[in-house]
């Protein structure tokens, strides 16, 4: 469910409305990577905080915990709201981390490739190819070492036909 920013804003408290402020896109991309996995354990940790306080203020409203305060609470509206703004924010910076983490790995696979295309080429040039593998006089016909059949395919086949009938036939009366 999409949410506006002042949503947001009403859900949290002044530090949480910084954090998810910075999970935001313009402000999300331009935090170096130190920073990314600080803010997202942070995050986190609010998270799993606000979840807990869901859950004990579910459980106060339905009289299976005793009430934190005086009283049980009547409803759990604005801890759900809290839970939830906390959740789309930790979802957006584990996109960006992962996002970033394909893209070393894009750059890394293009520098090995690199790397080993340059060490191939340096191979060519040092050294020539002893042992290679080059048609030089062109392909020439093998002959097979199997010795040639002097029986006909198709009297193979007879053969075998009349052998089945013939037991058939022993087998039938």
Do not use: C, F, Y
Request: net charge positive; charged share 35%.
């Amino acid at each position: 469910m999409a949410m506006t920013r002042k949503e947001e804003a009403r859900a949290l408290n002044a530090d949480e409305r910084e954090l998810v402020e910075k999970s935001h896109h313009p402000a999300l991309q331009s935090l170096p990577d130190a920073e990314l996995s600080h803010l997202v354990k942070l995050v986190r940790e609010r998270r799993e905080k606000a979840k807990t306080q869901a859950d004990r203020r579910r459980r106060e409203m339905r009289g299976k915990a005793a009430p934190k305060g005086a009283a049980p609470s009547k409803e759990d509206g604005g801890s759900k709201l809290k839970l939830a703004v906390l959740a789309m924010a930790v979802r957006r910076l584990n996109g960006e981390v992962e996002r970033r983490n394909r893209m070393a790995a894009s750059v890394a696979l293009v520098a090995s490739a690199q790397k080993a295309l340059a060490m191939k080429q340096a191979a060519e040039k040092t050294s020539p190819a002893l042992n290679s593998r080059h048609a030089h006089e062109g392909m020439r016909a093998v002959a097979s070492q199997r010795r040639q059949d002097l029986i006909r395919p198709m009297e193979l086949g007879r053969l075998r036909k009349a052998a089945s009938v013939a037991q058939a036939k022993r087998d039938g009366r």
